[in-house]
C-alpha cells in the first residue's frame, strides 16, 4: 500500500528546491512506498478532500514579507478546513517555517502553539547523554542552526502515534 504524502514547501525565506531536496533524502531513507506530491499552498486546500495520508507544510503564511500589505495565503477559512482534516485523522506536520508567521487562531489551536521568534542562527555542538540509547553518547557534532521560540496552547491533548500503514492510533 502506497503512503500518500501531499508537500507544500518554500517561501519568501525558504528556497522551495533545497526543502525539496531535504525532502527527497529522508523520504529515500524509508522502507516504505512513500509518493511525495507537491503542491502549493491554495491548492492544498481542495487537494485535502482526496485524504492524504500525510501533509507537510515547509511555508509561511506570508506571502510578500517585506510588503507593507502583507498578503496571506491561510486566513480563518483554509484553517478551519485543514483542522478539519486533521480532526478526521489526518496527519500533518508543521516543518519549519510550516509554523512560522500564522496568526490564525484556528490553525495555532489545531497545532497547539504558535511561533513567537528565532534568535540569530549560530554554532551549536550537540551531543548525546550516556543515558540515551539512539544515538552513541561519544558522538557529537556542530552545526550553524536556527532555533524556533513557541509558545504551546495548553488544550486537552491525547497522546497519538502513527503507524504508516494506518492513520493515527490511539495507544
Known amino acids: 500500500m502506497t503512503f500518500k504524502v501531499f508537500a507544500a514547501l518554500g517561501d ?9 531536496h531535504a525532502l527527497d533524502t529522508a523520504v529515500k531513507q524509508l522502507d516504505q512506498d512513500v509518493t511525495v506530491e507537491y503542491i502549493h499552498g491554495k491548492e492544498l486546500i481542495t487537494r485535502l478532500q482526496e485524504k492524504p495520508d500525510l501533509v507537510i507544510l515547509f511555508k509561511g503564511n506570508k506571502i510578500n514579507p517585506t510588503d507593507p500589505q502583507t498578503a496571506i495565503w491561510m486566513d480563518e477559512e483554509e484553517a478551519f478546513i485543514i483542522s478539519n482534516y486533521v480532526e478526521n485523522g489526518g496527519a500533518w506536520f508543521a516543518w519549519h517555517s510550516g509554523l512560522a508567521s500564522y496568526e490564525v487562531k484556528t490553525y495555532i489551536n489545531m497545532l497547539r502553539g504558535y511561533f513567537q521568534y528565532h534568535p540569530e542562527m549560530s554554532n551549536i555542538k550537540y551531543s548525546a547523554d550516556n543515558q540515551n540509547e539512539v544515538i552513541d553518547p561519544k558522538l557529537s557534532f556542530e552545526i550553524i542552526d536556527e532555533h524556533y521560540f513557541v509558545d504551546v496552547v495548553m488544550l486537552k491533548i491525547q497522546r497519538y502515534s502513527y503507524n504508516l500503514n494506518q492513520r493515527m492510533v490511539n495507544p
Open 12 to 20: 519568501f525565506y525558504h528556497d522551495e528546491t533545497m526543502c525539496r
